[in-house]
């Protein structure tokens, strides 16, 4: 019997390598003649760029940068070929402390100019599990990009609290030649009722008069840009830096997951097999808007596959011809 694992991580708990091991340990001791193939997997959130370094045989490039509240740290870069993979999760996460309007992306641009000061200028970003809501500002000013309040004085590390100080904006500066896929698993617009602001930023901490600043802050940045970007569908992907990215140095806009599994060859690897397990922290309507384990579900229907779900909770029923809970109160056929 050939089996492929391909599961999500459990957000806090496993990578989506340590569910891998775990699913693949539990079936082979229960019978240790099944051929098993382990393929961690990401959406675009948490965890891609180790993702695509498993799938490209990838090295790990570290560098110096800084959390998205100031504080110095080691990023990874996940490098092949003349790519680079950065997870904006990396430096600019979402940390226990949640305070949205002093948050900055800006350790996310120093890792990017640091890939590309080593040569690698096509850059894959998974958009997935930002703290941050600064429409991109503090990315762009890490790369050189120029901000300025009222009275004329730079804005050196832009966060969310400086979006409706800012009066002016330079990219004469900027770092040049970068050619971005956003890797991404949102489709929400940078501002408005289905923006950043309004969907994210409570999220990270926001309260409600926060998030009305944020989204007014947003749209304030978006009239400087040099590209209007205000209907960019994902342009609100992780507190708007899709969006701030977007409209200086275009790019494209992919699903995180189809990227993965372009790289994988995953369809093939479904066709090639005769049960697909799949998993994730919590299966709830949400997993059928779109999360990673629907997707394999309708890949695995495509051709005629039996599919097995591994989750930490299940909230519907009937979603795999075999669903597991790891609760063992919630333990479903």
């Known amino acids: 019997m050939k089996i492929l694992i391909v599961p999500d991580s459990f957000k806090g708990s496993l990578t989506s390598a340590e569910v891998c091991e775990c699913i693949r340990g539990g079936i082979l001791a229960t019978d240790n003649t099944h051929e098993i193939t382990t393929l961690p997997f990401a959406d675009g959130g948490e965890g891609f760029a180790d993702c695509m370094r498993n799938i490209c045989n990838g090295d790990i490039l570290y560098s110096n940068c800084h959390d998205i509240y100031g504080k110095p740290m080691r990023g990874q870069i996940v490098t092949f070929g003349k790519t680079a993979v950065i997870d904006c999760a990396t430096a600019s996460g979402l940390q226990a402390k949640k305070n949205v309007m002093r948050a900055s992306s800006f350790g996310t641009g120093e890792l990017i100019k640091s890939a590309v000061s080593s040569g690698f200028h096509d850059i894959i970003l998974g958009l997935g599990g930002s703290g941050c809501c600064d429409g991109g500002a503090g990315i ?81 940045l978006a009239a400087f840009l040099p590209k209007d970007i205000t209907a960019l569908s ?27 599994s372009e790289y994988a060859h995953l369809e093939q690897l479904i066709q090639e097999c005769d049960i697909v397990v799949t998993g994730e922290g919590k299966t709830d309507e949400q997993t059928l808007m779109g999360k990673l384990p629907f997707k394999i579900r309708e890949i695995a229907r495509r051709y005629h596959k039996r599919f097995v779900l591994v989750s930490g909770r299940i909230e519907i029923d009937n979603f795999a011809d075999k669903s597991i809970s790891i609760r063992s109160e919630e333990r479903r056929v």
Do not use: M, W
Request: aromatic letters at 12%; hydrophobic letters at 35%.
């Open 140 to 220: 762009l000013a890490a790369l050189g990009g120029d901000f300025y309040d009222i009275n004329y004085r730079k804005i050196a590390v832009p966060n969310g609290s400086d979006l409706n100080d800012i009066y002016g904006i330079g990219f004469r500066n900027i770092v040049k030649d970068i050619n971005f896929t956003f890797a991404c698993d949102v489709t929400n617009e940078y501002c408005g009722k289905n923006g950043a602001a309004y969907v994210f930023a409570p999220q990270k901490g926001a309260n409600q008069t926060q998030v009305e600043e944020l989204d007014e802050g947003l749209k304030r």
């Open 234 to 260: 994902g342009g609100g992907a992780a507190g708007g830096i899709c969006g701030g990215l977007y409209a200086v140095y275009g790019g494209t806009v992919r699903s995180g997951f189809d990227i993965l």
